[in-house]
């Protein structure tokens, strides 16, 4: 049996047994696991060297590199990450409905543990910690699939935490990392129907389109975000310079921030030159319609390619429009339905906006990059669902449930 | 352009209509439909009669022809079908939260609809007009792809249904029919990503099969049942046998009817013999483990593959077991998560099954004949979900609709 389908095995065995244990069982878990963390520190920062050493070895970023390493101030961070998901509700075995049938019947609906969740990720080993908490704070079990360039140290991150549970009520193979960093172990995961019951998929466009174009496990799929702000007529200069500079400038590299900018004709008139050298000052890359580049001759010329591009860096389209109606086609063609902004003083342009958008979240006079499990005050979040199936927009642990229905009788047949 | 993809794209921009059209809006049209239905019956059976003409030409049995058949009365019964969704609550556009967040951002999750809807199913002409309802009730365009057996038939309906949606203020490529009848149709449905938001196969476990392994699309799982019934020791022998009796032959065809029952020991023992004879009695095909055949010569030995299949039929399985784990174990490994029943009189035992079964209903003294969206009461179903996400279970309305953000600001941005 391959290591894959062998440690999917040993998490289902446990999920029959995550799925009864009690909220303290859990929590006290979470908290061995914390401790466990920074008790083992010195170990875990060790074989996060060996990850450095390696990845500056192939020629990785130090960008990139920063975002792998661990040091005792993150991995406190990321023990106390395990004690805030402690303070949240439990929300497996609450009651969602009960009804009594007229035959009789019983029924009751109530929140039960997905079951056996496979969470396949990319670099940063905080997933790792951050991810099994999650899911095992929801009574699941949890087959992690982490980038190889995390993988001694997602290693030795999971071997405290299975040596953490052995001292508590959960089994510890509810807790599994597959250790092929192989391209195949993932391809196995994402057919494993009947051992896995879910794939979540978290990290850049590639791995999501791997993850969704061959999985025949159902998948929550993530975070590709080319998000639009609108500006329409008659805006606040300043409300919409500052909520677009957020959208773009504050955090680049993340799925809620802004790819491309529409503005209404008559604002952009007056308004597109001072905007532009806002961002231009900040180092942005323009790239624009005609008829920006008519007012920003330092705007490169953009193409469809570039408005269907998450650039995730400091590069933003411009695109000047007529009306609403242009924004919302725009929007409705490049969009992934993930986060989208207007800003507006005409409540009528704002109601269509908010009703007409097909996103996860639209936004009115605020910035996109609030869409997040923690500004949303979910206290936690396993990621953003950019599908409409099950969870949509950022999830927090409801997400990591399902239903299941219970009919009590006393001897009832179907006529 | 294919014609799946034309009719896909059609269907997708008139989504941005459907979505802003009101209950009564969404009303009249089904009633229009259901009118139109009535009034061109005569057409629609001429249309039917050319299917079961090119049936029995090839030889399909009189029962498949029987379920095929269009009559007046039947027609009737489907316009009237249509009738109880008007009457049934819209789920569109509840505000299922509202809050608001310490730097005033108010917001709200609201239900909308799913968008564009892919339905693949089989023969009967009936689930045509059923999915057109409950898709355009819920403010979702569908299309639809039926089995080609039932083409003429379906050619017709939607044809009559598409032109009373012209007299209403839906648009009537809100509802396609994809008219090419071979296989290639549907494995281009399943990879329409951007064009379908899910698609839902309603049918035999081979038609289910292929959507699962080949959508790229979300997809939403139905149908498949091997659904069991335990009868643990001191169970009432008149209500288990009546429970299992019904839960087997009221309806063997449907996924929710049993395959597999599985008797605590000492109940075997004392009630097996005259528990097999009803059955018997009924033309039930009987197989039997080792122990069962004991006692009940008359049952064929009992395979694993015989306890992996799910009849649709007067065939059963019998299995005696020694205690509540074994009975448990012999679940978690055949059953397929839909319907699992426990007929006890032992509250320990039924509070164990209900609590540790993963299934999308578990029953403690009642038929697994029950699970069905008419008998819990939701007026309506779009079909029985075996998958864990989004719906699980008997799916009404509900089912048919996502959920977005609406964030109201006035000039938030994250710091």
């Given at each position: 049996m391959s290591e894959v389908r062998e440690k999917a095995a040993l998490a289902k065995s446990a999920a029959q047994v995550m799925n009864r244990m009690t909220t303290q069982q859990k929590n006290e878990a979470l908290l061995a696991m914390a401790d466990a963390l920074v008790e083992q520190q010195a170990s875990i920062i060790a074989a996060n060297a060996e990850d450095i050493e390696r990845g500056r070895g192939n020629g990785t970023s130090e960008s990139l590199l920063d975002r792998l390493k661990l040091t005792?101030?993150?991995?406190?961070?990321?023990?106390?990450?395990?004690?805030?998901?402690?303070?949240?509700?439990?929300?497996?075995?609450?009651?969602?409905?009960?009804?009594?049938?007229?035959?009789?019947?019983?029924?009751?609906k109530i929140s039960v543990p997905l079951g056996v969740i496979g969470m396949i990720y990319e670099a940063r080993p905080n997933v790792t910690v951050d991810a099994a908490g999650l899911c095992l704070k929801t009574g699941n079990s949890v087959v992690l699939r982490g980038g190889s360039a995390a993988l001694a140290s997602n290693q030795r991150i999971v071997e405290v935490l299975r040596a953490a549970l052995e001292s508590t009520a959960l089994p510890a193979d509810a807790l599994q990392l597959v250790e092929d960093p192989s391209r195949a172990s993932v391809d196995e995961m994402l057919k494993l129907n009947g051992l896995l019951d879910v794939v979540i998929p978290r990290g850049g466009a590639s791995l999501i389109r791997n993850v969704v174009e061959n999985a025949t496990v159902p998948v929550i799929e993530t975070g590709a975000g080319i998000c639009h702000t609108f500006v329409d007529a008659g805006a606040s200069f300043d409300m919409a310079s500052d909520i677009a500079f957020n959208a773009k400038v504050q955090r680049p590299s993340v799925c809620n921030s802004m790819e491309t900018l529409l503005l209404h004709e008559s604002f952009a008139a007056e308004h597109l030159r001072s905007l532009a050298d806002r961002f231009l000052t900040a180092s942005v890359e323009l790239r624009g319609c005609e008829r920006t580049r008519a007012l920003v001759p330092e705007a490169a010329p953009v193409s469809d390619t570039d408005f269907a591009t998450e650039y995730n860096d400091y590069i933003m389209n411009i695109r000047i429009v007529d009306d609403l109606d242009q924004a919302l086609g725009h929007i409705a063609r490049f969009g992934t339905m993930h986060s989208e902004c207007i800003v507006t003083e005409n409540a009528e342009n704002a109601a269509n906006f908010m009703q007409r958008v097909d996103a996860a979240a639209v936004y009115h006079n605020a910035s996109t990059r609030f869409t997040d499990g923690f500004e949303f005050g979910f206290g936690a979040e396993i990621g953003i669902s950019t599908q409409k199936l099950h969870a949509r927009g950022p999830m927090g642990l409801p997400a990591l449930t399902t239903t299941k229905f219970r009919v009590f009788g006393n001897g009832q047949i179907r006529g």
């Open positions: 005792p101030e993150r991995i406190h961070g990321i023990a106390e990450g395990l004690k805030q998901v402690v303070e949240l509700p439990d929300p497996v075995g609450l009651t969602l409905e009960s009804f009594q049938r007229p035959n009789g019947l019983r029924v009751e």
